[in-house]
């Protein structure tokens, strides 16, 4: 199976503030990497796919890039809603797997 | 808009097997461009892929090895809904469990509400 990680695990950090997570995984994955938004008691949101299309009603201040093994997810700005975990996925390869996510916390 | 709405216990007992449905609205089960995914998360485990069923002409199922003795996923088409059977639970399948539509390009863009099921006597 292909292992995702990533760094950080959490993080403090205030509105307006600019937040950059990163994923790596322990093989090639080309693009085929997802990101995912989850508050407290709800699923997963889809955000961007395929490493850097945002999905439809998503802020601009989301961007993803990378390619091969290693992605980044940048929020610009950081607003009170985006305050919640964050997590990558590959559809690489089944099974598909996650990563173990990043807490974004207000400092 | 597609929904999924999940239902089923939220507590087991050990040795005994977890069943919990997802129904489908806005979409079929018997879709030829989406299969439909089970995936849990705990503290311990994360977000874990369990398992999907898909129709491609004919039905098919895929299931994480770490699961795949005891797991079972089924589609109703009658009620347009599936389901997931997990034989002989122990308390580390204590988890919320997720039902997810999967696209054609594998992403998991609709989700069940997500239900707790606790494994204890």
């Known amino acids: 199976d292909i292992q995702m990680t990533q760094s950080p695990s959490s993080l403090s950090t205030s509105v307006g503030d600019r937040v950059t997570i990163t994923c790596r995984a322990s093989q090639s994955i080309n693009s085929y990497l997802n990101w995912y938004q989850q508050k407290p008691g709800k699923a997963p949101k889809l955000l961007i796919s395929a490493a850097s299309s945002l999905q439809s009603g998503v802020p601009s201040r989301f961007t993803g890039s990378g390619s091969g093994t290693d992605f980044t997810l940048t929020i610009n700005s950081l607003q009170p809603e985006d305050f919640a975990s964050y997590y990558c996925?590959?559809?690489?390869?089944?099974?598909?797997?996650f990563g173990q996510g990043t807490k974004v916390e207000i400092k | 808009q597609v929904q999924l709405q999940q239902s089923g216990p939220g507590l087991v007992k050990p040795s005994q097997t977890l069943s919990l449905t997802c129904a489908i609205s806005g979409d079929s089960v018997s879709s030829n461009s989406v299969a439909w995914n089970w995936i849990r998360q705990s503290p311990s485990r994360g977000l874990e892929w369990l398992g999907r069923?898909?129709?491609?002409?004919?039905?098919?199922?895929d299931y994480a090895v770490s699961v795949k003795s005891r797991i079972t996923i089924n589609p109703d088409t009658s009620k347009n809904q599936f389901s997931l059977q997990l034989k002989s639970v122990t308390p580390e399948d204590t988890a919320v469990y997720y039902c997810?539509?999967?696209?054609?390009?594998?992403?998991?863009?609709?989700w069940g509400q997500g239900t707790l099921v606790t494994v204890s006597s």
């Open positions: 069923t898909y129709y491609r002409s004919k039905w098919y199922n």
């Open positions: 996925q590959q559809n690489y390869i089944s099974p598909w797997t």
């Open positions: 997810a539509r999967e696209s054609l390009t594998a992403l998991f863009d609709y």
